[in-house]
């Protein structure tokens, strides 16, 4: 955190001050969350089109991020036609950007759960096949510590044991699937001292005629055994990828979720 | 290793430690209140002292949690000393104001700091609590300390972590003439201390016990849970002091803990098994026999948290590499 502290707000004055150069598609529109880092941001992420707020973006957020190493993050753009891209980033985060999500036969849903390392705004930045990119999103608090602090199989030291374990299923919703899956993986941010950056860095998911349907982007501010939920429009099983910086590639096929009900208690 | 204090806060609230959309730094310049916390004589000899029913928040100075004060022929006894050192000194003085007598003994019924950090304002070598309690109070005490320190600050003034002695066991004591049975039962820790005043018939549950206010699970073990409320079922009684929440005269808090906790497991479950996400299950509609339960969907959520990616590993399938 003391990353983001120090440096960030420094840079984040640089830029403003390059600000004036005119932005892309046009005039940045004023941040209604009035981030300090929204300029630095938006310079950096939305090239090739202007850029709107625009409401039918839906980020849903909890109410108090609970545990800031597990922050869910929902995005909904389905009231959007032609999406081809949905980047999720944190402004105030020492990483960030956690996806950048395209949704090639797939619907412009994704969630996820991200870490968080302050106080900060979550957003999606959704962009269509014209190039435009709409935004969306809300502060939301948290204690600190979520990229600084080392993973949890980190601490218990089990992560190795583990690592690449994929669990998941399909759901079929008409003619749409829904897939929920999560990889064990460490997910480093490279953030705490002596252990490097290590994560996943791509998922994909592919129909059974082996074409890629979905293939996303995935950043170290993406929480530990990190988990995905996607609607591909596709019926079947569905086969999903991912590979981590240090190319190990972990893959499976997700089968449908049957009827029959297994019990666990918490 | 370095897993901070910070690492722990936001997650280890007890009845709603989480932190609030306001930013914490407005705090700081603001002057905490006093507190006034007021006794009710329930029983004979026995007075409850209401928390809000509310998330912890600058608002109430984290006065959230139920405390009990129980007059004896040696003095008093403190049930839960509160959230800090001076919610803990307001409490010795209304319990010395209400018996006429001096503080002879304090129980902490668990680990969570709404409870437990007011113990600062009493002779250490009075506070008792079960040893899991004391276990975790050792290992989460800072962290708790700097989470509620964030969004309490001028509140906390001097509260420091004061250990209780750990030695606490199942059973009858005597004090002061006053028979009190002590359960050593867990669930919503890892240590929950209920008490039962033979004399008056009130069951002191703990956070065992809700009571229109939602249950806060950041350390429960759910069927752990629901086996101590069978336990304390089971125990003759006439009336209920829950953790948080109004008092029970009508035999209704346990049953309604056990409903929503039962409820909050099936949900979770379900949520789950049909390839929800974690806001998704946090939207879920709350039942309508739950309307009147305070702070209902912030709980919910909140226990989304605590156990859907544990969940998760349990009952989604393992797919071959
Ligand atoms: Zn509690």
Redesign the interface.
């Known amino acids: 955190?003391r990353i983001a502290n120090n440096i960030l707000p420094a840079a984040a004055t640089l830029v403003m001050a390059l600000a004036a150069s005119p932005a892309l598609g046009g005039e940045l529109p004023a941040d209604p969350l009035g981030s300090p880092m929204w300029e630095y941001h938006a310079e950096k992420l939305f090239t090739g089109g202007p850029v709107v707020f625009d409401s039918r973006v839906k980020v849903?957020?909890?109410?108090?991020?609970?545990?800031?190493?597990?922050v869910?993050?929902?995005v909904d753009a389905r009231k959007l036609d032609g999406v081809k891209r949905i980047v999720v980033f944190a402004d105030l985060n020492p990483i960030p950007v956690a996806i950048d999500y395209r949704p090639m036969d797939a619907a412009p849903f994704v969630?996820?759960?991200i870490k968080l390392d302050q106080?900060t705004p979550v957003r999606a930045a959704v962009q269509l096949a014209d190039g435009s990119w709409h935004v969306a999103g809300e502060?939301?608090?948290?204690?600190?510590?979520g990229c600084?602090?080392?993973p949890l199989s980190r601490?218990r030291g089990d992560w190795a044991d583990h690592l690449?374990?994929?669990?998941?299923?399909?759901?079929s919703e008409g003619d749409t699937t829904?897939?929920?899956?999560?990889f064990r993986h460490p997910m480093d941010t490279g953030l705490?001292?002596n252990i490097p950056a290590y994560n996943i860095e791509t998922v994909r998911v592919m129909d059974a005629d082996g074409r890629e349907v979905a293939s996303m982007d995935v950043y170290g501010s993406v929480a530990e055994?990190p988990?995905f939920?996607l609607v591909v429009d596709r019926d079947g099983p569905m086969e999903v990828a991912a590979r981590d910086t240090s190319g190990l590639e972990?893959?499976?096929?997700?089968?449908p979720?049957s009827g029959k009900?297994?019990?666990?208690?918490? | 290793m370095r897993v901070s204090r910070r690492a722990i806060i936001a997650g280890l609230g007890a009845a709603g430690l989480a932190p609030v959309l306001a930013p914490a730094l407005v705090h700081a310049e603001q002057f905490a209140g006093t507190y006034d916390p007021k006794a009710e004589e329930v029983a004979d000899g026995i007075w409850m002292v209401r928390g809000a029913d509310e998330p912890i928040a600058f608002s109430n100075g984290g006065a959230i949690a139920n405390s009990v004060i129980i007059a004896t022929d040696d003095g008093a006894v403190v049930v839960d000393p509160g959230p800090s050192l001076s919610y803990g000194r307001a409490i010795r003085a209304l319990a010395e104001r209400v018996t006429g007598k001096p503080v002879v003994r304090v129980y902490v019924t668990h680990l969570h700091p709404d409870h437990s950090f007011g113990a600062g304002a009493f002779d250490a070598r009075s506070v008792h609590a079960l040893p899991a309690t004391r276990h975790d109070l050792e290992r989460d005490g800072e962290g708790f300390s700097d989470a509620l320190f964030r969004v309490l600050a001028d509140w906390m003034k001097g509260t420091t972590v004061v250990m209780p002695q750990g030695d606490v066991t199942a059973g009858e004591v005597v004090i002061g003439g006053r028979k009190l049975r002590l359960f050593a039962l867990d669930g919503h820790s890892s240590g929950d201390l209920a008490i039962l005043d033979e004399a008056t018939g009130t069951l002191i549950g703990g956070d065992l016990v809700f009571h229109d206010r939602a249950p806060a699970t950041p350390h429960a073990n759910l069927d752990g849970w629901l086996t101590a409320l069978d336990r304390l079922d089971g125990v003759p009684h006439d009336l209920v002091i829950p953790g948080h929440g109004p008092l029970d005269s009508g035999n209704a808090a346990i049953a309604q803990t056990r409903d929503w906790l039962t409820w909050i497991q099936g949900m979770l479950n379900d949520a789950v098994l049909s390839g929800k996400d974690m806001s998704e299950a946090g939207a879920t509609p709350i039942p309508e026999r739950f309307a009147d339960i305070k702070v209902a969907r912030y709980e919910l959520q909140r226990s989304v948290s605590h156990f859907y990616p544990g969940l998760e590993a349990k009952l989604l399938p393992m797919v071959g590499n």
């Open positions: 955190m849903i957020l909890p109410v108090v991020a609970e545990d800031q190493h597990v869910p993050v929902t969630a996820t759960r106080r502060w939301i608090d948290a204690a600190g510590g600084s602090a080392p601490v690449g374990e994929l669990r998941g299923a399909a759901w829904r897939l929920r899956f999560g705490v001292e055994d988990a939920t972990f893959a499976g096929e997700l089968a979720m009900k297994q019990t666990a208690k918490p």
